[in-house]
Nanobody, 126 residues
Framework: QVQLVESGGGLVQAGGSLRLSCTAS????????MGWFRQAPGKERKFLAAITWSGGETYYEESVKGRFAISRDNARNTVYLQMNGLKAEDTAVYYC???????????????????WGPGTQVTVSS
């Protein structure tokens, strides 16, 4: 059974940084692309970043380019999202997701992701 668990969320002041982690189990982690999404109150879930199975390629939603960085450690079955320069509008529940197919580069399409974590809350105070 595949499980994803996010951690690292919390309350931070505007301009601050957080690093989110997502640890996966149940499938060969190093075979699957991973992604990060977020959902703000009253809004649809939105793609943020994706990384290929080897970590060789990354892809970002335009609004977070230069502020957020996705990375992975296949030895630890963990994907990270480093978030810098946080703004009040970054307040949301953040989700990690694992790709549906092995060795396939996922991007923004939620249908390409088969498994999701329960989410971690990030609150940015202004």
């Amino acid at each position: 059974q595949v499980q994803l668990v996010e951690s690292g969320g919390g309350l931070v002041q505007a301009g601050g940084s957080l690093r989110l982690s997502c640890t996966a189990s149940g499938r060969t982690f190093s075979s699957y692309s991973m992604g990060w999404f977020r959902q703000a109150p009253g809004k649809e879930r939105k793609f943020l970043a994706a990384i290929t199975w080897s970590g060789g390629e990354t892809y970002y939603e335009e609004s977070v380019k230069g502020r957020f960085a996705i990375s992975r450690d296949n030895a630890r079955n963990t994907v990270y999202l480093q978030m810098n320069g946080l703004k009040a509008e970054d307040t949301a529940v953040y989700y990690c997701a694992q790709g549906r197919l092995p060795y396939f580069a996922m991007r923004a399409n939620e249908d390409d992701y088969a498994y999701w974590g329960p989410g971690t809350q990030v609150t940015v105070s202004s």
